[in-house]
Structure formats: structure tokens, C-alpha cells
């Protein structure tokens, strides 16, 4: 009987010992593991790509096992498709564009601001004015959508406007060029490519009257 009872221990501490070896192996595989992490960040010039790869530098920095991958993309509605269709785990996206149903979580990295800019001179004091103008803006992303939607606000459609420009370098260009009558963007406050247009040109900043009504 003794005997048996031995045996049982024996074979007790077996098994606590391969499950304690088994526990420390799994700590060891999980800490050597690279976890990889794909976010689609918009522009390379874009403030959200730049905080993104700033972000990207303090996560591998401190954390070894995980790798950042940044994915350049169009704007808001290519990057918010990308999460949907699963080739990104992450997005940064426009808060005033819905996301789809793949979205779990959301954060927010910084305030954008609606900035409209004309020259010193134009007749534009207002978004109304804006009617039968040419916007420096590519038609494209949720920068373009804003665009539309405070244009529905004042009574206005995407037939009573021009456009110049397929991204934000050549809409700028299309502006300073005298090709365009007012550029609209949806950027941060400070953001280096509107601090270069006011540099270069002279040119005024237009309110947009009723704003605080559309961002409720």
C-alpha cells in the first residue's frame, strides 16, 4: 500500500513538473514572438502618417516583439476599406466619416479643423460665395466628403463646383498657380502644408459660419 502511495506521488510530481515546464516554455514562445501590426495611415505628408510613424518609433522602441507596419494610402475612405477587407488592423481615419462594421475600437489622435483659404482679394467671403468656383481639392477621400456635406448644408451640390488637383500637393500647385479660386482642407491647426500656402501666397482664411451647428 505504502509502496502505491509512493508511486502516486512520484507520478504526481511528474506531471506538476511537466506542467510547469510546459508553463515556462509558453512564457518564453510568447515573449519571443513578433506580433505584427498593420495600420493604414493615410498621406506620407499627412499628419496622421507622421504620428503614426512616430508611434511606430515609441511601440518598438519598448517593445520587442511587436513590429509596426505603416500602409500608405489615399485618404480616410481607402484606409477605413483597407480594416474592412482585413488588410489592416488598424485605420486613421476622419471622425466625421463612418466606420464599417470591422471596427472595434476607436481613439483620438488629434483635432482636425475645416480650413477654407482664398486670396486676400477674392470676392469668397463665405461658403454661399463659393458657388460656381473651382476648389483645390482632389475628389477623393473623407476630406472630399466633408467638403460635400457642408455644401449640402448651405444648399449647395457637387455640380455647382470645379475641382483642381488629384492629391493635396497638386491642388496646392493648381491654387498658387491662379488655376483654382479657394483650397479646402480638413487638417490639423499648424499643419506644415497650410502654414506653406500662407507663406507663399497672400491669402485669407473664410469662416465657415454655422460650424459648431454642423459638427453637433
Given at each position: 500500500?505504502?509502496?502505491?502511495?509512493?508511486?502516486?506521488?512520484?507520478?504526481?510530481?511528474v506531471a506538476l513538473s511537466l506542467a510547469i515546464l510546459g508553463f515556462?516554455?509558453?512564457l518564453v514562445y510568447e515573449q519571443s514572438k513578433v506580433r505584427r501590426v498593420t495600420i493604414a495611415a493615410g498621406s506620407p505628408t499627412g499628419e496622421s502618417y507622421i504620428m503614426?510613424?512616430?508611434l511606430r518609433t515609441v511601440v518598438e522602441r519598448h517593445n520587442r516583439?511587436?513590429?509596426?507596419?505603416?500602409?500608405e494610402t489615399g485618404g480616410t475612405v481607402e484606409s477605413l476599406?483597407?480594416?474592412?477587407?482585413?488588410?489592416?488592423s488598424m485605420a486613421a481615419a476622419q471622425a466625421d466619416v463612418p466606420a464599417g462594421a470591422s471596427a472595434r475600437m476607436m481613439a483620438i489622435l488629434y483635432d482636425d479643423t475645416v480650413q477654407l483659404i482664398t486670396r486676400r482679394d477674392s470676392p469668397i467671403l463665405s461658403f454661399s460665395d463659393m458657388a460656381g468656383t473651382t476648389?483645390?481639392?482632389?475628389?477623393?477621400?473623407?476630406?472630399?466628403?466633408?467638403?460635400l456635406r457642408i455644401a449640402e448644408h448651405f444648399g449647395l451640390h457637387e455640380s455647382d463646383f470645379h475641382f483642381a488637383g488629384a492629391s493635396d500637393a497638386?491642388?496646392?500647385q493648381a491654387f498658387l498657380?491662379?488655376?483654382?479660386?479657394?483650397?479646402?482642407?480638413?487638417?490639423?491647426?499648424?499643419?506644415?502644408?497650410?502654414?506653406?500656402?500662407?507663406?507663399?501666397?497672400?491669402?485669407r482664411f473664410v469662416g465657415i459660419a454655422q460650424g459648431a451647428a454642423m459638427k453637433i
Open positions: 500500500m505504502k509502496l502505491r502511495v509512493n508511486r502516486i506521488v512520484e507520478l504526481g510530481m515556462i516554455l509558453f503614426c510613424a512616430a516583439g511587436v513590429r509596426v507596419t505603416l500602409l476599406r483597407m480594416l474592412e477587407q482585413g488588410q489592416a476648389v483645390a481639392m482632389s475628389k477623393n477621400g473623407g476630406q472630399y466628403q466633408t467638403f497638386e491642388a496646392d498657380s491662379g488655376n483654382a479660386d479657394a483650397v479646402f482642407r480638413v487638417r490639423a491647426l499648424g499643419s506644415p502644408a497650410i502654414q506653406r500656402l500662407v507663406q507663399l501666397g497672400k491669402v
